[in-house]
């Protein structure tokens, strides 16, 4: 069964360095998602991404995130200057259109900011 | 603003036994999705069952159904026979007719007791 797979599972940053987290979602999605779950709270949307421009972002998505589709796999998410309160297991998901209309998640990437 | 609540914490229940997990909503659409995730302790989103607001057929998986009660804007989840394994943090969640986010509950922690 087809999967979204999310690296690497765990990143380890000084604070105020850029770190890039990489997703590739499954193959046949249209839309993709960020979601950020800080340890013991609830599951945040952060943006909505479909043909190549953000569709949608909530108010957690400042300017020092952005979001990018380099190829036609990976969706990737950059934080420019990381801070403390970004620690958090970081979730993307894909989403077909059409059939399911769900979102399936990756396994999440855990960050840690120093 | 789609709103999702969950009243319980915390809930416990015996191995081969019956358990409901509950979750409102606040929502002015008239088509939307609802959704219950698991999360174990490995943290990655488990999809466990997702209705259709225009459906009024609950949905079931095996021994996992919902209760939907679109006037009440209710949407609860019934485990049956519980497993050890059904152990986890179970979110609720809401995503309206475009799909472009999705909105969480703050999760029940649900225990299984041998």
């Known amino acids: 069964e087809p999967e979204v797979t999310q690296t690497p599972s765990h990143q380890v940053t000084q604070m105020g360095q850029e770190v890039i987290l990489r997703c590739v979602p499954i193959?046949?999605?249209?839309?993709f998602y960020w979601y950020r779950q800080i340890l013991g709270q609830k599951v945040e949307f952060l943006v909505s991404?479909?043909?190549?421009?953000?569709?949608?972002k909530s108010e957690i998505f400042d300017d020092q995130f952005s979001v990018e589709r380099p190829d036609g796999s990976n969706f990737t998410l950059k934080i420019r200057s990381t801070k403390l309160e970004d620690s958090a297991m970081y979730f993307c998901?894909?989403?077909?259109?059409?059939?399911?209309?769900?979102?399936?998640f990756g396994p999440g990437t855990r960050l840690t900011v120093l | 603003a789609q709103t999702v609540t969950q009243s319980q914490p915390e809930m416990s229940v015996q191995e081969a036994e019956t358990v409901t997990l509950s979750c409102t909503y606040d929502?002015?659409?008239?088509?939307?999705?609802l959704f219950w995730y698991k999360q174990p302790p490995s943290r990655q989103m488990i999809l466990v069952i997702r209705?259709?607001?225009?459906?009024?057929q609950n949905a079931t998986e095996n021994r996992f159904s919902v209760n939907f009660q679109k006037a009440a804007k209710s949407f609860s989840l019934k485990i049956s026979d519980s497993q050890l394994g059904d152990a986890a943090m179970y979110f609720c969640?809401?995503?309206?007719?475009?799909?472009?986010?999705?909105?969480f509950g703050a999760g029940t922690r649900l225990t299984v007791k041998p």
């Open positions: 998901a894909s989403l077909a259109v059409g059939s399911t209309d769900t979102q399936y």
């Open positions: 193959s046949n999605h249209l839309y």
């Open positions: 991404f479909y043909n190549n421009e953000i569709s949608e």
């Open positions: 929502t002015s659409e008239s088509d939307y999705y």
């Open positions: 209705q259709e607001a225009y459906k009024q």
């Open positions: 969640a809401y995503s309206g007719p475009n799909n472009n986010d999705m909105r």
